[in-house]
């Protein structure tokens, strides 16, 4: 026996030996080769699985977040507060285990927004008054359990971990209250989490660009809000004096590769800042511009009750019957009008070590009330503020009525002021009775654009100081802005330029291929029903790579759908697919299907519970989390 065992350990070692003396080069060929994932000609959303809160139109999924190693998605549901943890073993048939509760840790907070990486959590938490500072709570995806908590700014929204996990940076959105009496300073809250039982926190802010404001609205970054301290100057001096650290809205955050720096979305300032993650302070804040709807390619439908017999739909053919306010689809391009970009969600992403952002381009505007009716007509300026306003009602001929339909701000906005009209230079009168004529008087009707909503903050004339100049009492505006680009852009990050802009293909695209359901509604749907706003309005968006190839995923709120572009050439964007299932045969709207694309997720194939890559979405108005296959052609 002990013969047949030192036989066995010779023989052993003998095989040791010869494993040790094998050359580097034949260790080599015994490694397994890393496979590289296959590049795609294109690729195809198919729709696998879905899981229902069964909450409809509160906004009960809205932001999905998903975790690798436990294979389980975290979904806000803003209508109880709470993050719902659903188990993703089985992508199509998502389950729910139970939610992430933040109110013991901040009384009476509502969850705004989810991130994980390497199984940990981080909840961005507001608080019940908004304008107070809120937190940013931590939990263990596998068990669920509570880590650690730390205060950031006032309503912190929209949050993301650093590439390398050691950081958290939250965007403190800073909104003001109803009545704009207080609006808290926007900023980023940057989370040094590598000892989680002890996060730290600092606070990149805007004061250091209170003395730049004046520099920043010439460049171009809209900087409008009211004073909060004092109302009392604004009719007799006709100026506004928020701060710019008040005035600016932090909303998303896009963090470079290297994790060196993070570009942040000012939505409603519609600009782009740069922030330097080693220093912690904002280094730029760039203008995003606006798009010329004078241009063909930026053609846009203005508005809901553009159908009319005798007008021409946009196949050029005349319009023989109309429903009473009915819309139609009427895609064109209108001189003097410039949509502002106004991006809600961005994403970076990286062509040969090159970074490019890439934006969602919805618009939103500013409104903030505590008393509607005081302010629009009482006039009382402590009761909120307002930008928004219809081009026909800005327009009036007879000037600024009683209706309603006035801001206290526009009323106050210069001394004497009484209306607003056109430049003639700029928007021609009319020459023919062609009610087809682009012109001044057939503008401001509903059957062009005089339902569109536009911002009557800017557009005016000025003279030198930047004091509105006035002609016969009344503002003259040479140029329209309305909100959003009804698009998605990629911005390169060395130029701040916008390098390439999806133009008017999200509504040609939607005509063409779903023309039922052409710029409708989320929450009831009608045909048209959003020309006049924001038509598809498109707010979120994913980047996903496959192989070689990048493709970006953007969710349109209001039509319900995704768009797919192929934009591995940050240059020449490519379109790929629309998807849209909504079933709009059916009476009941809850059950119509997947409604208001909120946010979305890219889940690479090495990630993904059934080694096939995935598109998570999160519906708010359908409370639904949808769960798409990205098939690969």
């Known amino acids: 026996m002990r013969i047949k065992l030192s036989a066995l350990i010779v023989s052993i070692l003998s095989v040791g030996l010869v494993a040790c003396n094998d050359s580097q080069d034949d260790i080599e060929q015994n490694t397994p080769p890393v496979v590289e994932e296959s590049t795609p000609d294109s690729i195809e959303l198919i729709k696998i699985g879905r899981y229902e809160s069964g909450v409809f139109g509160a906004s009960a999924a809205e932001i999905p977040a998903y975790d690798a190693p436990s294979q389980r998605l975290f979904v806000v549901n803003a209508k109880e507060g709470v993050v719902d943890v659903l188990d993703f073993k089985q992508p199509a048939w998502p ?25 940990i959590v981080a909840l961005a938490v507001q608080a019940e008054d908004k304008t107070q500072p809120g937190i940013v709570a931590f939990f263990k995806a596998q068990d669920l359990s509570f880590i650690s908590q730390v205060s950031v700014g006032a309503l912190p929204d929209m949050l993301t971990f650093s590439p390398d996990g050691k950081k958290v940076l939250v965007a403190n959105e800073g909104e003001p209250n109803e009545g704009y009496a207080v609006d808290p300073e926007g900023s980023v809250s940057i989370i040094n989490i590598q000892d989680l039982s002890k996060p730290t926190v600092k606070t990149a802010n805007f004061q250091a660009w209170n003395a730049k404001k004046q520099s920043l609205v010439d460049a171009g970054v809209r900087i409008f809000g009211p004073a909060t301290a004092s109302y009392t100057d604004v009719a007799s001096k006709g100026v506004h004096t928020t701060s710019v650290a008040q005035d600016l809205e932090p909303e998303y955050i896009a963090v470079s590769a290297d994790g060196q720096k993070a570009w942040v ?35 846009l439908d203005g508005s809901d009750r553009d159908c009319v017999v005798g007008a021409l739909d946009s196949l050029g053919k005349k319009i ?34 090159k970074s ?34 219809r081009i026909k009602h800005l327009l009036k001929k007879a000037g600024f009525d009683l209706k309603g339909d006035y801001a206290a701000h526009l009323r106050h906005l210069v001394p ?32 062009q654009i005089g339902r569109l909503t536009i911002s009557w903050t800017q557009g005016f004339k000025r003279d ?47 005509a063409d291929m779903l023309p039922n359901q052409f710029n409708s509604n989320h929450e009831s749907f009608k045909f048209d029903d959003r020309s006049d706003n924001k038509g ?71 990630d993904s519970p059934n080694a096939q890559p995935l598109l998570v979405v999160g519906n708010e108005v359908s409370g639904s989390t949808a769960v798409y296959q990205v098939k690969l052609k």
């Open 356 to 389: 490019y952002l890439v934006t969602a381009n919805e618009g939103d505007a500013r409104e903030w009330l505590k008393d509607e009716e005081a302010y629009f007509t009482g006039h009382d300026l402590t009761q909120g503020y307002a930008e928004e306003i």
């Open 536 to 606: 598809p309005e498109p707010e979120g968006i994913a980047i996903g790579q496959i192989g070689k190839k990048t493709f970006a995923f953007i969710g349109l709120e209001r039509t319900s759908g995704i768009m797919v572009y192929d934009i591995s050439n940050p240059q020449q964007a490519k379109f790929v697919q629309y998807f849209n299932d909504r079933d709009v045969s059916q009476a009941d709207i809850t059950k119509q299907g997947d409604l208001g694309p909120e946010g979305l997720i890219f889940i690479a194939a090495k």
């Open 95 to 119: 389950k729910y285990i139970q939610s992430l509760d933040a109110k013991k840790y901040l009384a009476h907070s509502e969850v705004n927004s989810v991130a994980v990486h390497n199984g």
């Open 265 to 299: 979305s000012l939505q409603e300032n519609n600009a782009i800042a740069v922030l330097d993650l080693n220093a912690d302070e904002f280094v730029d804040i760039f203008p995003l511009g606006a798009k010329d709807h004078g241009l063909a390619e930026n053609a």
């Open 416 to 447: 004497g002021v009484t209306g607003a009209k056109l430049d003639p230079s700029v928007f021609k009168p009319c020459v023919t009775s062609d009610i087809n004529e682009i012109c001044a008087d057939n503008l401001i009707k509903d059957t």
């Open 320 to 353: 023989e019957n109309c429903d009473k306010d009915a819309g139609m689809i009427n895609i064109k391009s209108w001189p003097g009008l410039y949509g502002m970009y106004m991006p809600d969600a961005i994403a970076q992403y990286q062509v040969n070590g």
């Open 464 to 510: 030198a100081s930047g004091q509105a100049v006035l002609e016969d009492g009344k503002l003259v505006y040479d140029k329209l802005y309305a909100y959003g680009g009804r698009s998605f852009s990629i911005v390169d990050t060395e130029t701040r330029q916008i390098i390439w802009d999806s133009g008017s293909e999200f509504e040609h695209k939607i």
